[in-house]
């Protein structure tokens, strides 16, 4: 008796391994050129659209300033007496306040006004109740005020001022 040589079977398993194995290649490249490519298109993007865009934010205005360095002014200190409480009480407030400004020549301007800026936040502090300038909110108010009295122009046919803001660097009521 003769036994057959067990060959020909061995070819017919691993043929069909052979071909799983191709396609199984062949899937694995496929979605390695899709990851690569889908990157690809996902890096041009982010590197070609602005912060902006690619957030999905509208753009926003360009800051003509943005190189520049800030510009302060610090004004003198300013002690007033508050406006009278309901019970007749009398507070003061002493406040150190520095006004941040486009450029040296808004400086320039506010410092040769500065009689009219001290007169102008004088009246304007005098006017306060200190129970409004307790608050977070009283001190933001009262900053918004700043800016609006001294955007004012100083003289009738002057442009306003442009005051970018306004920082209190000391601020006591007693």
């Known amino acids: 008796m003769s036994k057959a ?8 398993e691993t043929a069909p391994v052979a071909g799983k194995s191709k396609l199984l290649i062949i899937i694995i490249g496929l979605l390695a050129v899709l990851l690569l490519g889908g990157g690809g298109a996902a890096a041009w993007y982010f590197l ?3 912060p902006a865009q690619a957030s999905g934010a509208k753009k ?56 009219l800026v001290r007169s102008r936040i004088l009246l304007l502090l005098s006017s306060q109740k200190a129970s409004d300038l307790l608050t977070e ?3 933001a108010a009262l900053m918004k005020a700043i800016i609006a009295e001294l955007t004012k122009p100083f003289s009738p046919d002057a442009s306003p001022q442009k005051i970018k803001g306004v920082f209190f660097t000391s601020f006591v009521i007693q």
């Open 5 to 12: 040589p067990p060959a020909p079977k061995a070819e017919t």
């Open 48 to 50: 070609h659209a602005s």
């Open 60 to 115: 926003a205005p360009v800051d003509e300033d943005a190189g520049k360095p800030p510009v302060f002014v610090a004004l003198d200190p300013f002690t007033v007496n508050l406006a009278p409480t309901d019970d007749g009480d009398t507070k003061y407030l002493q406040i150190a306040i520095t006004v941040q400004i486009p450029d040296d020549k808004a400086g320039d301007n506010l410092k040769a006004n500065m009689p």
């Open 137 to 139: 909110a009283g001190k």
